[in-house]
């Protein structure tokens, strides 16, 4: 068996549903990958960005949840800027099939087993 690769989940806490989803996906046997994140309802300290840093330095890559909620989730773009300084790869998938909300700086692709698992194959 693979090493399990770690991937950070980045969403707005607006979209905690869908990544619920995401995390269910992991459970597949076949998926040797664990998601990992660090949703807060609180505002952001310095001691949740330390440790936000600290997962996303321990993690292989980072999926973006993207909707039109990313737009204005300050903890989710701290988070994509803080992979994107620790040169981790990053890769956007829309949370939902009718929103096509672009995010500047993410690559974003449809929502698909085939997108999730040929990103996280790739790291």
């Known amino acids: ?3 399990t690769k770690i991937i950070f989940v980045a969403f707005a806490i607006e979209d905690e549903r869908q990544r619920d989803f995401l995390k269910g996906q992991s459970l597949h046997p076949r998926a ?3 998601f990992i994140d660090m949703s807060v309802k609180e505002p952001y300290d310095s001691e949740w960005k330390q440790r936000v840093r600290t997962r996303i330095r321990r993690s292989h890559g980072v999926i973006v ?3 039109k909620n990313s737009l204005t989730s300050s903890g989710q773009k701290w988070e994509i800027q803080c992979a994107k300084e620790e ?3 990053v ?3 829309w949370a939902y099939k009718d929103d096509r909300t672009p995010l500047a700086g993410v690559t974003t692709v449809a929502w698909s087993d085939a997108n999730i698992a040929g990103f996280i194959d790739a790291l």
Do not use: N
Request: glycine content about 14%; hydrophobic content about 35%; overall charge neutral.
């Open 1 to 3: 068996m693979a090493d």
């Open 87 to 89: 040169g981790k790869p």
């Open 91 to 93: 890769r956007g998938i």
């Open 32 to 34: 040797p990958y664990e």
């Open 65 to 67: 949840l993207v909707s």
